[in-house]
Protein backbone atom coordinates (compact mmCIF):
# COMPACT_ATOMS: atom_id res chain seq x y z
CA UNK A 1 0.00 0.00 0.00
CA UNK A 2 1.43 3.46 -0.60
CA UNK A 3 0.33 7.19 -0.42
CA UNK A 4 -2.87 6.52 -2.55
CA UNK A 5 -4.65 4.45 0.51
CA UNK A 6 -5.84 8.51 0.44
CA UNK A 7 -8.05 10.17 -1.07
CA UNK A 8 -6.50 13.44 -0.44
CA UNK A 9 -2.52 14.09 0.86
CA UNK A 10 -2.53 14.99 4.90
CA UNK A 11 -0.77 17.99 3.51
CA UNK A 12 -3.71 19.60 1.97
CA UNK A 13 -6.56 18.17 4.20
CA UNK A 14 -5.58 18.72 7.13
CA UNK A 15 -3.35 21.85 6.84
CA UNK A 16 -4.75 25.61 8.40
CA UNK A 17 -6.08 27.52 5.60
CA UNK A 18 -7.50 31.34 5.57
CA UNK A 19 -10.88 30.25 7.19
CA UNK A 20 -9.85 27.66 9.13
CA UNK A 21 -11.74 27.72 12.32
CA UNK A 22 -10.45 25.08 15.13
CA UNK A 23 -13.99 24.57 16.36
CA UNK A 24 -14.80 22.87 12.95
CA UNK A 25 -12.38 20.14 12.75
CA UNK A 26 -13.51 16.45 14.32
CA UNK A 27 -11.30 15.23 16.44
CA UNK A 28 -13.13 11.93 15.96
CA UNK A 29 -12.60 12.67 11.83
CA UNK A 30 -9.88 10.69 9.43
CA UNK A 31 -9.70 12.98 7.35
CA UNK A 32 -8.37 11.78 3.46
CA UNK A 33 -8.45 8.40 4.51
CA UNK A 34 -11.51 6.52 4.17
CA UNK A 35 -10.63 3.10 5.55
CA UNK A 36 -10.83 1.49 9.26
CA UNK A 37 -8.38 1.20 12.08
CA UNK A 38 -6.69 -2.29 10.90
CA UNK A 39 -5.92 -0.77 7.92
CA UNK A 40 -4.28 2.48 9.04
CA UNK A 41 -2.11 0.36 11.74
CA UNK A 42 -0.94 -1.52 8.38
CA UNK A 43 -0.58 1.32 5.46
CA UNK A 44 1.90 2.66 9.10
CA UNK A 45 3.89 -0.34 9.18
CA UNK A 46 4.11 -0.62 5.02
CA UNK A 47 5.21 3.14 5.38
CA UNK A 48 7.95 2.82 7.70
CA UNK A 49 10.43 1.61 4.93
CA UNK A 50 9.99 4.65 2.66
CA UNK A 51 10.25 7.16 5.53
CA UNK A 52 13.95 5.78 6.93
CA UNK A 53 15.13 5.18 3.45
CA UNK A 54 14.27 8.66 3.12
CA UNK A 55 15.72 9.68 6.31
CA UNK A 56 18.68 7.72 6.11
CA UNK A 57 19.23 9.48 2.48
CA UNK A 58 18.78 12.91 4.13
CA UNK A 59 21.44 11.97 6.63
CA UNK A 60 24.12 10.70 4.11
CA UNK A 61 23.67 14.09 2.38
CA UNK A 62 24.62 15.90 5.04
CA UNK A 63 27.60 13.91 5.43
CA UNK A 64 29.31 13.97 1.72
CA UNK A 65 27.47 16.96 0.42
CA UNK A 66 27.40 19.31 2.89
CA UNK A 67 23.36 19.38 2.29
CA UNK A 68 22.13 22.47 4.82
CA UNK A 69 18.90 20.01 4.76
CA UNK A 70 16.56 19.46 8.42
CA UNK A 71 13.52 18.23 9.04
CA UNK A 72 11.90 20.11 12.14
CA UNK A 73 8.62 18.72 13.32
CA UNK A 74 7.28 20.47 16.27
CA UNK A 75 4.32 18.78 18.28
CA UNK A 76 1.65 20.86 20.58
CA UNK A 77 -1.31 19.33 22.01
CA UNK A 78 -3.27 19.22 24.89
CA UNK A 79 -2.23 16.54 27.86
CA UNK A 80 -2.66 12.75 26.90
CA UNK A 81 -3.04 13.63 23.03
CA UNK A 82 -0.90 11.56 21.80
CA UNK A 83 2.99 13.11 21.67
CA UNK A 84 4.65 10.78 22.83
CA UNK A 85 3.06 7.79 21.00
CA UNK A 86 4.06 9.67 17.79
CA UNK A 87 7.81 9.69 18.53
CA UNK A 88 7.25 6.28 20.04
CA UNK A 89 5.64 4.70 16.81
CA UNK A 90 6.42 7.19 13.79
CA UNK A 91 10.07 8.60 14.72
CA UNK A 92 10.58 5.89 16.08
CA UNK A 93 10.38 3.79 13.13
CA UNK A 94 13.56 5.33 11.83
CA UNK A 95 17.48 4.94 12.61
CA UNK A 96 17.77 7.02 15.97
CA UNK A 97 21.46 8.15 14.75
CA UNK A 98 19.36 10.41 12.50
CA UNK A 99 16.99 12.19 15.03
CA UNK A 100 17.25 14.68 17.84
CA UNK A 101 14.73 15.42 20.11
CA UNK A 102 13.72 17.95 22.10
CA UNK A 103 11.25 17.87 25.08
CA UNK A 104 10.46 21.41 26.64
CA UNK A 105 9.28 21.38 30.10
CA UNK A 106 8.70 24.70 32.06
CA UNK A 107 11.40 26.94 31.58
CA UNK A 108 14.31 27.25 34.00
CA UNK A 109 15.58 30.21 35.57
CA UNK A 110 18.25 30.39 33.41
CA UNK A 111 16.06 29.89 30.51
CA UNK A 112 13.71 32.46 31.73
CA UNK A 113 16.41 35.27 31.93
CA UNK A 114 17.01 34.66 28.37
CA UNK A 115 14.45 35.81 25.23
CA UNK A 116 11.93 32.85 25.18
CA UNK A 117 13.75 31.67 21.66
CA UNK A 118 16.51 31.31 23.11
CA UNK A 119 16.42 27.55 24.75
CA UNK A 120 14.53 26.61 21.33
CA UNK A 121 17.31 28.03 18.80
CA UNK A 122 20.34 25.69 20.65
CA UNK A 123 17.91 22.31 20.30
CA UNK A 124 17.41 23.08 16.45
CA UNK A 125 18.75 20.27 14.29
CA UNK A 126 21.79 20.21 12.62
CA UNK A 127 21.48 19.58 8.68
CA UNK A 128 20.80 16.56 7.91
CA UNK A 129 18.91 15.67 10.76
CA UNK A 130 14.93 15.14 11.66
CA UNK A 131 14.13 17.37 15.02
CA UNK A 132 11.43 16.56 16.58
CA UNK A 133 10.12 18.89 19.52
CA UNK A 134 7.94 18.08 22.31
CA UNK A 135 6.57 20.67 22.83
CA UNK A 136 8.35 24.20 21.32
CA UNK A 137 8.05 28.06 21.95
CA UNK A 138 4.70 27.87 21.24
CA UNK A 139 3.73 27.40 24.75
CA UNK A 140 4.99 30.52 24.85
CA UNK A 141 1.88 31.89 23.37
CA UNK A 142 -0.12 28.85 24.54
CA UNK A 143 0.16 28.67 28.25
CA UNK A 144 1.63 31.76 28.93
CA UNK A 145 -1.41 32.95 27.55
CA UNK A 146 -4.06 31.05 29.13
CA UNK A 147 -2.15 31.69 32.71
CA UNK A 148 -0.84 34.78 31.94
CA UNK A 149 2.80 34.26 32.06
CA UNK A 150 3.21 37.27 30.30
CA UNK A 151 1.34 40.47 29.41
CA UNK A 152 -0.67 40.80 26.24
CA UNK A 153 1.53 42.94 24.48
CA UNK A 154 5.00 40.90 25.36
CA UNK A 155 2.33 37.84 23.65
CA UNK A 156 1.71 39.73 20.31
CA UNK A 157 5.13 40.58 20.31
CA UNK A 158 5.95 36.99 20.49
CA UNK A 159 3.86 36.03 17.54
CA UNK A 160 5.83 38.13 15.33
CA UNK A 161 8.81 36.79 16.60
CA UNK A 162 8.01 32.92 15.80
CA UNK A 163 7.37 34.09 12.39
CA UNK A 164 10.56 35.60 11.72
CA UNK A 165 12.29 32.90 13.86
CA UNK A 166 10.75 30.36 11.44
CA UNK A 167 11.63 31.94 8.40
CA UNK A 168 15.31 32.19 9.50
CA UNK A 169 14.99 28.78 10.36
CA UNK A 170 13.35 27.64 6.59
CA UNK A 171 15.79 29.47 4.72
CA UNK A 172 19.12 28.11 6.34
CA UNK A 173 17.50 24.62 5.37
CA UNK A 174 15.24 23.14 7.82
CA UNK A 175 11.74 21.85 6.38
CA UNK A 176 9.16 23.29 9.66
CA UNK A 177 5.99 20.92 10.00
CA UNK A 178 4.15 22.40 12.52
CA UNK A 179 1.08 20.00 14.43
CA UNK A 180 -1.36 20.22 16.60
CA UNK A 181 -3.00 17.13 17.58
CA UNK A 182 -6.54 17.73 18.50
CA UNK A 183 -8.53 15.38 21.08
CA UNK A 184 -12.36 16.40 22.43
CA UNK A 185 -12.21 16.88 26.12
CA UNK A 186 -14.03 13.61 26.42
CA UNK A 187 -11.28 12.01 24.74
CA UNK A 188 -8.75 13.25 27.17
CA UNK A 189 -11.33 12.38 30.21
CA UNK A 190 -11.07 8.83 29.04
CA UNK A 191 -7.57 8.99 28.51
CA UNK A 192 -6.85 10.29 32.06
CA UNK A 193 -9.17 7.63 33.60
CA UNK A 194 -6.97 5.18 32.00
CA UNK A 195 -4.33 6.42 33.57
CA UNK A 196 -5.73 6.44 36.98
CA UNK A 197 -7.20 2.79 37.16
CA UNK A 198 -3.39 1.12 35.53
CA UNK A 199 -0.84 0.90 38.23
CA UNK A 200 1.94 1.50 35.08
CA UNK A 201 0.17 4.33 34.16
CA UNK A 202 0.17 6.27 37.43
CA UNK A 203 3.42 8.00 36.69
CA UNK A 204 1.91 9.39 33.76
CA UNK A 205 -1.04 11.53 35.83
CA UNK A 206 -0.88 14.74 37.11
CA UNK A 207 -3.40 15.93 39.42
CA UNK A 208 -2.49 19.38 37.69
CA UNK A 209 -4.53 17.91 34.14
CA UNK A 210 -7.22 18.04 35.73
CA UNK A 211 -7.05 21.81 36.50
CA UNK A 212 -6.12 22.63 32.94
CA UNK A 213 -9.44 20.86 31.77
CA UNK A 214 -11.16 23.95 33.12
CA UNK A 215 -9.68 25.69 30.76
CA UNK A 216 -9.84 23.81 27.97
CA UNK A 217 -11.96 26.57 25.41
CA UNK A 218 -9.34 29.22 26.54
CA UNK A 219 -6.57 27.05 25.25
CA UNK A 220 -8.51 26.16 21.76
CA UNK A 221 -8.90 30.25 22.09
CA UNK A 222 -4.91 30.32 22.08
CA UNK A 223 -4.05 27.63 19.86
CA UNK A 224 -6.46 29.31 17.33
CA UNK A 225 -4.85 32.56 17.75
CA UNK A 226 -1.39 30.79 17.37
CA UNK A 227 -2.54 29.24 13.73
CA UNK A 228 -4.05 32.87 12.44
CA UNK A 229 -0.97 34.74 13.42
CA UNK A 230 1.87 32.08 12.91
CA UNK A 231 0.64 29.54 9.58
CA UNK A 232 3.08 30.66 6.99
CA UNK A 233 4.04 29.29 3.53
CA UNK A 234 7.63 27.98 5.03
CA UNK A 235 6.41 26.80 8.46
CA UNK A 236 2.61 25.79 7.80
CA UNK A 237 0.51 24.36 10.51
CA UNK A 238 -1.39 21.52 10.33
CA UNK A 239 -4.22 20.22 12.65
CA UNK A 240 -4.52 16.85 13.13
CA UNK A 241 -7.44 15.12 14.63
CA UNK A 242 -6.42 12.81 17.37
CA UNK A 243 -9.16 10.84 19.15
CA UNK A 244 -8.42 7.70 17.26
CA UNK A 245 -4.45 7.58 17.89
CA UNK A 246 -3.88 5.58 14.57
CA UNK A 247 -5.13 7.81 12.33
CA UNK A 248 -3.02 10.64 14.21
CA UNK A 249 0.28 8.74 14.07
CA UNK A 250 -0.36 7.86 9.80
CA UNK A 251 -1.23 11.39 9.38
CA UNK A 252 2.13 12.64 10.96
CA UNK A 253 4.14 9.73 9.04
CA UNK A 254 2.43 11.48 6.03
CA UNK A 255 3.18 14.76 6.78
CA UNK A 256 7.07 13.42 7.35
CA UNK A 257 7.11 11.72 4.13
CA UNK A 258 5.94 14.68 2.49
CA UNK A 259 9.01 16.85 4.03
CA UNK A 260 11.62 14.53 2.97
CA UNK A 261 10.12 14.31 -0.49
CA UNK A 262 10.37 18.06 -0.86
CA UNK A 263 13.99 17.77 -0.01
CA UNK A 264 14.63 14.89 -2.51
CA UNK A 265 17.59 13.61 -0.84
CA UNK A 266 19.93 12.05 -3.13
CA UNK A 267 22.87 8.94 -2.23
CA UNK A 268 25.93 11.25 -2.44
CA UNK A 269 28.17 10.21 -5.25
CA UNK A 270 31.93 8.88 -4.37
CA UNK A 271 34.14 11.81 -3.69
CA UNK A 272 36.87 9.22 -4.38
CA UNK A 273 37.77 7.22 -7.42
CA UNK A 274 35.98 3.59 -6.89
CA UNK A 275 38.11 1.45 -9.02
CA UNK A 276 41.19 2.72 -7.23
CA UNK A 277 40.02 2.25 -3.77
CA UNK A 278 38.80 -1.60 -4.70
CA UNK A 279 42.32 -2.09 -5.37
CA UNK A 280 44.04 -0.30 -2.46
CA UNK A 281 41.46 -2.68 -0.16
CA UNK A 282 42.01 -5.69 -2.64
CA UNK A 283 45.80 -5.55 -1.76
CA UNK A 284 45.20 -4.57 2.02
CA UNK B 1 11.37 -17.97 23.33
CA UNK B 2 13.10 -16.14 26.46
CA UNK B 3 16.57 -16.00 27.52
CA UNK B 4 16.76 -20.00 28.21
CA UNK B 5 17.64 -20.15 24.45
CA UNK B 6 21.31 -18.96 25.48
CA UNK B 7 23.41 -22.32 26.86
CA UNK B 8 24.91 -19.47 29.24
CA UNK B 9 24.09 -16.01 29.79
CA UNK B 10 26.56 -13.44 27.47
CA UNK B 11 27.05 -11.51 30.81
CA UNK B 12 29.11 -14.82 31.71
CA UNK B 13 29.87 -15.90 28.10
CA UNK B 14 31.51 -12.57 26.99
CA UNK B 15 32.80 -10.92 29.48
CA UNK B 16 36.70 -10.36 30.01
CA UNK B 17 38.14 -12.56 32.54
CA UNK B 18 41.45 -12.35 34.10
CA UNK B 19 43.14 -14.32 31.46
CA UNK B 20 41.35 -13.01 28.73
CA UNK B 21 43.16 -12.93 25.59
CA UNK B 22 41.72 -11.19 22.21
CA UNK B 23 43.34 -13.70 19.78
CA UNK B 24 41.55 -16.41 21.61
CA UNK B 25 38.20 -14.87 20.13
CA UNK B 26 37.14 -15.97 17.33
CA UNK B 27 34.96 -13.20 15.38
CA UNK B 28 32.80 -15.82 13.53
CA UNK B 29 31.71 -17.45 16.89
CA UNK B 30 28.27 -17.20 18.32
CA UNK B 31 29.36 -18.09 22.36
CA UNK B 32 26.46 -19.49 24.11
CA UNK B 33 23.64 -19.44 21.42
CA UNK B 34 23.60 -22.49 19.72
CA UNK B 35 21.09 -21.53 17.20
CA UNK B 36 20.98 -20.79 13.78
CA UNK B 37 20.77 -17.27 12.22
CA UNK B 38 17.38 -17.23 11.35
CA UNK B 39 15.94 -18.76 15.37
CA UNK B 40 18.51 -15.45 16.37
CA UNK B 41 16.61 -12.85 14.24
CA UNK B 42 13.54 -14.45 15.71
CA UNK B 43 14.83 -13.92 18.98
CA UNK B 44 15.86 -10.45 18.44
CA UNK B 45 12.05 -9.72 17.82
CA UNK B 46 11.28 -11.80 20.56
CA UNK B 47 13.34 -9.91 23.55
CA UNK B 48 12.52 -6.37 22.28
CA UNK B 49 9.38 -6.28 24.67
CA UNK B 50 10.91 -7.31 27.27
CA UNK B 51 13.52 -4.24 26.81
CA UNK B 52 11.30 -1.52 25.88
CA UNK B 53 9.27 -2.53 28.70
CA UNK B 54 12.02 -2.37 31.34
CA UNK B 55 13.53 0.75 29.37
CA UNK B 56 9.94 2.61 30.33
CA UNK B 57 10.24 1.54 33.81
CA UNK B 58 13.69 2.97 34.28
CA UNK B 59 12.55 6.28 32.79
CA UNK B 60 8.99 5.88 35.08
CA UNK B 61 11.17 5.25 38.06
CA UNK B 62 13.31 8.52 37.48
CA UNK B 63 10.07 10.31 37.08
CA UNK B 64 8.09 10.05 40.48
CA UNK B 65 10.49 8.59 42.80
CA UNK B 66 13.38 10.63 41.74
CA UNK B 67 15.67 7.21 41.35
CA UNK B 68 19.06 8.00 39.87
CA UNK B 69 19.47 4.84 37.91
CA UNK B 70 20.96 5.00 34.59
CA UNK B 71 22.45 2.62 31.99
CA UNK B 72 25.57 3.58 29.94
CA UNK B 73 25.87 1.53 26.51
CA UNK B 74 29.60 1.99 25.46
CA UNK B 75 30.16 0.76 22.02
CA UNK B 76 33.57 0.30 20.42
CA UNK B 77 35.27 -1.41 17.32
CA UNK B 78 37.17 -1.40 14.02
CA UNK B 79 35.12 0.46 11.86
CA UNK B 80 32.21 -1.61 9.94
CA UNK B 81 31.81 -4.06 12.87
CA UNK B 82 28.62 -2.70 13.41
CA UNK B 83 28.26 -0.30 15.96
CA UNK B 84 25.33 1.46 14.19
CA UNK B 85 23.68 -1.48 13.46
CA UNK B 86 23.49 -2.25 17.42
CA UNK B 87 21.90 1.46 18.03
CA UNK B 88 19.73 0.83 14.88
CA UNK B 89 18.44 -2.46 15.55
CA UNK B 90 19.21 -2.79 19.46
CA UNK B 91 18.73 0.04 20.69
CA UNK B 92 16.05 1.70 18.00
CA UNK B 93 13.56 -1.00 19.42
CA UNK B 94 12.97 0.99 22.71
CA UNK B 95 11.24 4.22 22.73
CA UNK B 96 13.41 6.87 21.84
CA UNK B 97 12.43 9.61 24.48
CA UNK B 98 14.78 7.23 26.46
CA UNK B 99 17.82 7.36 24.78
CA UNK B 100 20.38 9.36 25.30
CA UNK B 101 22.93 8.90 22.07
CA UNK B 102 26.59 10.64 21.63
CA UNK B 103 28.89 9.76 18.72
CA UNK B 104 31.99 10.80 19.20
CA UNK B 105 34.25 11.58 16.50
CA UNK B 106 38.02 13.59 16.44
CA UNK B 107 37.94 15.86 18.99
CA UNK B 108 37.31 19.77 17.96
CA UNK B 109 40.25 22.74 19.01
CA UNK B 110 37.94 23.34 22.21
CA UNK B 111 37.66 19.90 23.06
CA UNK B 112 41.32 18.82 22.69
CA UNK B 113 42.13 22.07 24.94
CA UNK B 114 40.53 20.36 27.73
CA UNK B 115 41.09 17.13 29.59
CA UNK B 116 40.18 14.20 27.52
CA UNK B 117 37.09 13.49 29.70
CA UNK B 118 35.66 16.59 29.64
CA UNK B 119 33.53 16.38 26.52
CA UNK B 120 32.93 12.69 27.91
CA UNK B 121 31.22 14.01 31.14
CA UNK B 122 28.72 16.06 29.27
CA UNK B 123 27.09 13.35 27.24
CA UNK B 124 26.42 10.89 30.37
CA UNK B 125 23.06 9.93 30.56
CA UNK B 126 20.53 11.86 33.01
CA UNK B 127 18.62 9.54 35.25
CA UNK B 128 16.55 7.18 33.99
CA UNK B 129 17.83 7.22 30.36
CA UNK B 130 19.99 4.99 28.31
CA UNK B 131 22.84 6.43 27.30
CA UNK B 132 24.68 4.86 24.42
CA UNK B 133 28.66 6.42 23.27
CA UNK B 134 28.86 5.63 20.16
CA UNK B 135 33.09 5.71 20.17
CA UNK B 136 33.82 7.07 23.40
CA UNK B 137 36.73 8.20 25.84
CA UNK B 138 38.55 4.88 24.86
CA UNK B 139 39.66 6.39 21.55
CA UNK B 140 41.79 8.30 23.92
CA UNK B 141 43.73 5.02 24.73
CA UNK B 142 43.31 3.41 21.03
CA UNK B 143 43.59 5.73 18.46
CA UNK B 144 45.74 7.32 20.59
CA UNK B 145 47.89 4.96 21.28
CA UNK B 146 48.64 3.32 18.04
CA UNK B 147 48.95 6.91 15.82
CA UNK B 148 51.05 8.19 18.61
CA UNK B 149 48.73 11.21 19.67
CA UNK B 150 49.57 11.77 23.00
CA UNK B 151 52.89 10.31 24.43
CA UNK B 152 53.06 7.18 26.33
CA UNK B 153 53.09 9.04 29.87
CA UNK B 154 49.62 10.24 29.11
CA UNK B 155 48.02 7.33 27.96
CA UNK B 156 49.27 5.54 30.76
CA UNK B 157 47.43 8.31 33.20
CA UNK B 158 44.43 7.92 31.18
CA UNK B 159 43.82 4.44 31.74
CA UNK B 160 43.92 5.10 35.90
CA UNK B 161 41.97 8.41 34.92
CA UNK B 162 39.00 6.25 33.47
CA UNK B 163 38.81 3.60 35.78
CA UNK B 164 38.30 6.52 38.48
CA UNK B 165 35.98 8.50 36.15
CA UNK B 166 33.86 5.04 35.70
CA UNK B 167 34.01 3.70 39.31
CA UNK B 168 32.68 7.82 40.15
CA UNK B 169 29.77 7.55 37.04
CA UNK B 170 28.94 4.00 38.33
CA UNK B 171 28.41 5.20 42.18
CA UNK B 172 26.06 7.90 40.94
CA UNK B 173 23.86 5.32 39.84
CA UNK B 174 24.76 4.32 36.06
CA UNK B 175 25.16 1.13 34.87
CA UNK B 176 28.59 0.83 32.49
CA UNK B 177 28.78 -2.04 30.22
CA UNK B 178 31.34 -1.59 27.61
CA UNK B 179 31.38 -3.46 24.34
CA UNK B 180 33.93 -4.54 21.94
CA UNK B 181 32.51 -5.56 18.50
CA UNK B 182 35.01 -7.81 17.35
CA UNK B 183 35.59 -8.46 13.23
CA UNK B 184 38.08 -10.53 11.57
CA UNK B 185 40.05 -8.28 9.08
CA UNK B 186 38.89 -10.63 6.14
CA UNK B 187 34.95 -9.64 7.34
CA UNK B 188 36.33 -5.81 7.42
CA UNK B 189 37.82 -6.30 3.80
CA UNK B 190 33.86 -7.75 2.52
CA UNK B 191 32.34 -5.33 4.33
CA UNK B 192 34.48 -2.20 2.85
CA UNK B 193 34.10 -4.22 -0.71
CA UNK B 194 30.40 -3.80 -0.14
CA UNK B 195 30.39 -0.23 0.46
CA UNK B 196 32.29 0.39 -2.83
CA UNK B 197 30.38 -1.72 -4.91
CA UNK B 198 27.30 -0.10 -4.05
CA UNK B 199 26.03 3.40 -4.67
CA UNK B 200 23.87 3.65 -1.64
CA UNK B 201 27.01 3.48 0.20
CA UNK B 202 29.39 5.01 -1.02
CA UNK B 203 28.66 7.99 1.78
CA UNK B 204 29.99 5.64 4.14
CA UNK B 205 33.23 4.66 2.53
CA UNK B 206 36.11 6.33 3.68
CA UNK B 207 39.70 5.71 1.67
CA UNK B 208 41.24 6.16 5.19
CA UNK B 209 39.27 3.34 6.09
CA UNK B 210 42.27 0.94 4.17
CA UNK B 211 45.17 2.78 5.95
CA UNK B 212 44.23 2.05 8.82
CA UNK B 213 43.99 -2.17 8.06
CA UNK B 214 47.33 -1.68 7.91
CA UNK B 215 47.56 -0.57 11.76
CA UNK B 216 45.29 -3.62 12.37
CA UNK B 217 47.47 -5.77 14.82
CA UNK B 218 48.25 -2.11 16.69
CA UNK B 219 45.02 -1.74 17.55
CA UNK B 220 44.42 -5.19 18.59
CA UNK B 221 47.56 -4.71 21.53
CA UNK B 222 45.38 -1.71 21.95
CA UNK B 223 42.41 -3.07 22.64
CA UNK B 224 44.26 -5.63 24.83
CA UNK B 225 45.65 -3.56 26.64
CA UNK B 226 42.54 -1.03 27.41
CA UNK B 227 40.95 -4.80 28.70
CA UNK B 228 43.77 -5.45 31.24
CA UNK B 229 43.88 -1.79 32.40
CA UNK B 230 40.11 -0.56 32.43
CA UNK B 231 38.28 -4.21 33.18
CA UNK B 232 36.66 -3.43 36.35
CA UNK B 233 33.27 -4.64 38.56
CA UNK B 234 31.77 -1.70 38.09
CA UNK B 235 32.71 -1.09 34.38
CA UNK B 236 32.72 -4.33 33.16
CA UNK B 237 33.96 -5.14 29.17
CA UNK B 238 32.68 -7.69 26.65
CA UNK B 239 33.89 -9.26 23.46
CA UNK B 240 31.38 -9.30 21.26
CA UNK B 241 32.29 -11.83 18.49
CA UNK B 242 30.40 -9.39 15.51
CA UNK B 243 31.65 -11.32 12.07
CA UNK B 244 27.77 -12.63 11.99
CA UNK B 245 26.03 -9.15 12.90
CA UNK B 246 22.24 -11.47 14.07
CA UNK B 247 24.57 -12.32 17.01
CA UNK B 248 26.46 -9.25 18.18
CA UNK B 249 23.12 -7.66 18.03
CA UNK B 250 21.11 -10.15 20.29
CA UNK B 251 24.20 -10.63 22.36
CA UNK B 252 24.07 -6.99 23.19
CA UNK B 253 20.28 -6.70 23.57
CA UNK B 254 20.77 -9.73 26.09
CA UNK B 255 24.02 -7.50 27.67
CA UNK B 256 21.22 -4.47 28.10
CA UNK B 257 18.84 -6.73 29.63
CA UNK B 258 21.03 -7.58 32.06
CA UNK B 259 21.83 -4.52 33.42
CA UNK B 260 18.38 -3.45 33.47
CA UNK B 261 17.20 -6.26 34.90
CA UNK B 262 19.59 -5.40 37.86
CA UNK B 263 18.48 -2.04 38.19
CA UNK B 264 14.69 -3.58 38.27
CA UNK B 265 12.96 -0.86 38.10
CA UNK B 266 9.72 -0.60 39.11
CA UNK B 267 6.05 1.44 38.27
CA UNK B 268 6.31 4.00 40.75
CA UNK B 269 3.01 4.16 43.39
CA UNK B 270 0.93 7.14 43.22
CA UNK B 271 1.81 9.86 44.94
CA UNK B 272 -1.84 10.96 44.81
CA UNK B 273 -4.89 9.77 46.18
CA UNK B 274 -6.32 7.34 43.27
CA UNK B 275 -10.23 7.86 44.49
CA UNK B 276 -10.16 11.51 45.23
CA UNK B 277 -8.29 12.22 41.27
CA UNK B 278 -11.31 9.98 39.74
CA UNK B 279 -13.91 11.94 41.21
CA UNK B 280 -12.06 15.42 40.80
CA UNK B 281 -11.50 13.79 36.98
CA UNK B 282 -14.82 12.33 36.72
CA UNK B 283 -16.69 15.93 37.67
CA UNK B 284 -14.74 17.54 35.06
Known sequence: MNSHAWTAPPTVMLTVGGNFHLGDVDPD???????????????LEARRDHLSDLQERLY???RRREAPDAVLLVLQAMDTAGKGGIVRHVVGGVDP???????????????????????VEKRLPAPGMIGVFDRSHYEDVLIARVRGLAPPEEI????????????RVAQSGTRI?????HISPDEQKARLMERLERPDKHWKYNPGDVDERALWDDYMAAYQAA?????????????VPANSKWYARLAVQELLIAALEDIDPRWPRADFNIETEKKRLAAS
Open 227 to 239: FERTHTHEAPWYV
Open 156 to 167: ERRYGAIVDFER
Open 60 to 62: AES
Open 29 to 43: STPGFEHARRTGEHQ
Open 177 to 181: VKVML
Open 97 to 119: QGVELAAFKAPTDEERAHDFLWR
